[in-house]
């Protein structure tokens, strides 16, 4: 199964633009990216997810390369509140998803 | 609004007893899963279920069973809890569709004694 490879920790100063990286060299053609992430004591929720294209919504944008191998999750003004851990994932449209230990962000005021 | 709930918040429980925690969603959606997250491992999948009386192993299913009786109802059963069993235990659901999202509870931090 395809991997993704993410910074362990990443900070941040608040309302700047935040630019979070994932690595997946193995992706495969039909794999869509997933990101999540998980705020201090809660479940994590959905962010945003992808094929080929760059998305759009109302929590973030996501930038995926040309080849597919890497893919950036942009926050455009961090918040306080964006702080959490952020989990990159591929999904095998078996819906299994494999959460890895995904990049801590840090919001610094 | 969507909503996964889970019967409790924390848990706790002696080594060898039977546990059940319970994951219940109002979304109406074909698969339910269970994880457990502990620090350093992220989230892994115990078992998963894409209807009414089906699963499927996850990752680390062993010491675990699962119970899909009704469709918004998804169980996790310790037959006989452990130490090592000892974690947050995460429920989550999604409809079937290919790159759906998946819905999480808030999630039941049990401890074994």
């Not at chain 1, 994932?89 to 919001?107: A, H, M, Q, S, V």
């Not at chain 2, 109406?28 to 269970?34: A, G, K, L, R, S």
């Not at chain 2, 994880?35 to 499927?56: A, C, H, N, T």
Request: hydrophobic share 30%.
């Amino acid at each position: 199964d395809a991997k993704t490879t993410q910074p362990n920790s990443m900070e941040s100063n608040e309302e700047e633009p935040v630019h979070l990286p994932c690595n997946h060299s193995t992706i495969s053609g039909t794999d869509y990216i997933h990101w999540y992430r998980q705020l201090p004591s809660q479940g994590p929720e959905y962010v945003i997810h992808g094929l080929t294209s760059n998305v759009n919504n109302r929590m973030a944008s996501l930038a995926i390369a040309e080849d597919r191998k890497s893919s950036t999750l942009i926050l455009h003004r961090a918040t306080l509140r964006d702080a959490a851990v952020y989990y990159c994932i591929l999904d095998f449209g078996n819906e299994k998803l494999t959460f890895g230990t995904g990049t801590r962000l840090t919001i610094i005021p | 609004d969507v909503k996964v709930t889970q019967s409790s918040r924390y848990l706790v429980k002696r080594t060898g007893e039977k546990v059940f925690l319970e994951c219940v969603q109002d979304m109406d959606h074909e698969n339910m899963f269970w994880y457990r997250q502990d620090p350093g491992l992220g989230l892994r999948l115990i078992y998963f279920s894409y209807d009414v009386k089906m699963k499927e192993k996850g990752d680390i299913p062993e010491g675990y069973s699962v119970s899909r009786e009704k469709k918004e109802r998804f169980s996790l059963i310790l037959e006989s809890a452990s130490t090592n069993q000892t974690s947050m235990y995460l429920c989550a659901s999604s409809s079937l569709h290919s790159g759906a999202e998946q819905y999480f509870g808030p999630g039941t931090r049990l401890t074994v004694t």
